[in-house]
């Protein structure tokens, strides 16, 4: 709204203006204030509210970069972002709980109340890359699937069996409602029983697992590429390398999309959170700059089945 100051006016002239300046303000000219200042304050509204995101500990790196970015442009929005796995952010989400539970599976793998699945609403935010990590004394590079398979039932224990030194095999596992173990094994063990005379230890997290891995000599385990750094080393696959060019035709198979759960109808926050995580602030940047996968570069897709079909 423009203002306009007439010096020496006589003061019915001066109140004539400043009647006519707040009928005029409007653009639809007719004259009622009230409209107008609602309009106004509509327009000049700052977005507000408290988010709560848990779940997923493989995207928790890209969605607190995320969230610290987008409270910087939203100073009214406080967005906290918690791990516990998938299984806990699609259950919190289902619930009502919590504004985003993060998955790196889709919720119909967790969820068989339909009624359940119609409160959310499912947002393919990227794509991750996961794989198997050795602590970095292993001289072992490259393992196929069988041969990985044949590690994470038990059946191999010595890393002689497969190509290595005369060393024990420690393995690390991540806990059952992981979306990263979820993904790890149904690309690796497919329907393959573990035995229940089988138990490796267990971590809560990624980042937990990494640095056992790094600490634990012989240890093996998995994580998403966005954990991938130099205290453990990362192996090959049937001779394929664990990088986003091979995740995206699909010769690289251990993958998932990351979902941001919603309500179906989230509040207008999250609604803005989850369209900055869209934008190109974040799917042009800050995904490969955190080590995630943009879908628009995928060549293939999958689907709630894990069936992966050209795109």
């Given at each position: 709204?423009?203002?306009?100051?007439?010096?020496?006016?006589?003061?019915?002239?001066?109140?004539?203006?400043?009647?006519?300046?707040l009928?005029?303000?409007?653009?639809?000219?007719?004259?009622?204030?009230?409209?107008?200042?609602?309009?106004?304050?509509?327009?000049t509204?700052?977005?507000?509210?408290?988010?709560?995101?848990?779940?997923?500990?493989?995207?928790?790196?890209?969605?607190?970069?995320?969230?610290?970015?987008?409270?910087?442009?939203?100073?009214?929005?406080q967005?906290?972002?918690q791990?516990?796995?998938?299984?806990?952010?699609?259950?919190?989400?289902?619930?009502?709980?919590?504004?985003?539970?993060?998955?790196?599976?889709?919720?119909?793998?967790?969820?068989?109340?339909?009624?359940?699945?119609k409160?959310?609403?499912?947002?393919?935010v990227?794509?991750?890359?996961?794989?198997?990590?050795?602590?970095?004394?292993?001289?072992?590079?490259?393992?196929?699937?069988?041969?990985?398979?044949?590690?994470?039932t038990?059946?191999?224990?010595?890393?002689?069996?497969?190509?290595g030194?005369?060393?024990?095999?420690?393995?690390?596992?991540?806990?059952s409602?992981?979306?990263?173990?979820?993904?790890?094994?149904?690309?690796?063990?497919?329907?393959?029983?573990v035995?229940?005379?089988?138990?490796?230890?267990?971590?809560?997290?990624?980042?937990?697992?990494?640095k056992?891995?790094?600490s634990?000599?012989?240890?093996?385990?998995?994580?998403?590429?966005?954990?991938y750094d130099?205290?453990?080393?990362?192996?090959?696959?049937g001779?394929?390398?664990?990088?986003?060019?091979?995740?995206?035709?699909?010769?690289?198979?251990?993958?998932?999309?990351?979902h941001?759960?919603?309500a179906?109808?989230p509040?207008?926050?999250t609604?803005?959170?989850?369209?900055y995580?869209?934008s190109?602030?974040?799917?042009?940047?800050?995904?490969?700059?955190q080590?995630?996968?943009?879908v628009?570069?995928?060549?293939?897709?999958?689907?709630?089945?894990?069936?992966?079909?050209k795109?």
């Open positions: 709204m423009s203002r306009r100051n007439f010096v020496g006016a006589a003061a019915a002239t001066a109140a004539t203006v400043a009647a006519f300046s009928t005029g303000c409007g653009s639809n000219g007719s004259g009622d204030t009230k409209s107008d200042a609602k309009e106004d304050k509509a327009e509204k700052a977005l507000s509210g408290t988010i709560t995101a848990v779940g997923s500990t493989a995207l928790q790196p890209l969605c607190e970069a995320a969230a610290e970015q987008f409270m910087e442009k939203n100073s009214g929005v967005i906290t972002v791990g516990g796995g998938s299984g806990q952010g699609i259950t919190q989400i289902t619930q009502g709980a919590v504004q985003i539970g993060n998955s790196d599976v889709f919720a119909e793998a967790k969820v068989k109340d339909t009624a359940d699945l409160k959310i609403a499912d947002n393919k990227c794509i991750v890359g996961m794989g198997p990590i050795v602590n970095k004394d292993v001289t072992v590079d490259d393992l196929t699937i069988d041969q990985l398979k044949s590690i994470f038990g059946e191999v224990t010595n890393w002689k069996e497969v190509g030194a005369d060393a024990a095999i420690t393995v690390i596992n991540r806990a409602g992981s979306g990263t173990r979820a993904t790890f094994e149904a690309a690796v063990l497919g329907d393959t029983k035995p229940d005379t089988f138990k490796p230890q267990e971590q809560d997290s990624s980042g937990t697992a990494a056992m891995v790094a634990t000599p012989g240890a093996i385990s998995y994580l998403a590429f966005s954990y130099d205290t453990v080393k990362a192996l090959k696959v001779g394929v390398e664990p990088k986003e060019a091979n995740v995206e035709d699909n010769s690289w198979t251990i993958w998932a999309y990351e941001m759960y919603t179906a109808d509040d207008e926050a609604k803005a959170f989850i369209e995580m869209m190109d602030d974040v799917q042009g940047e800050l995904v490969e700059a080590g995630y996968i943009p628009s570069g995928m060549k293939v897709e999958k689907d709630a089945s894990g069936k992966v079909t795109k």
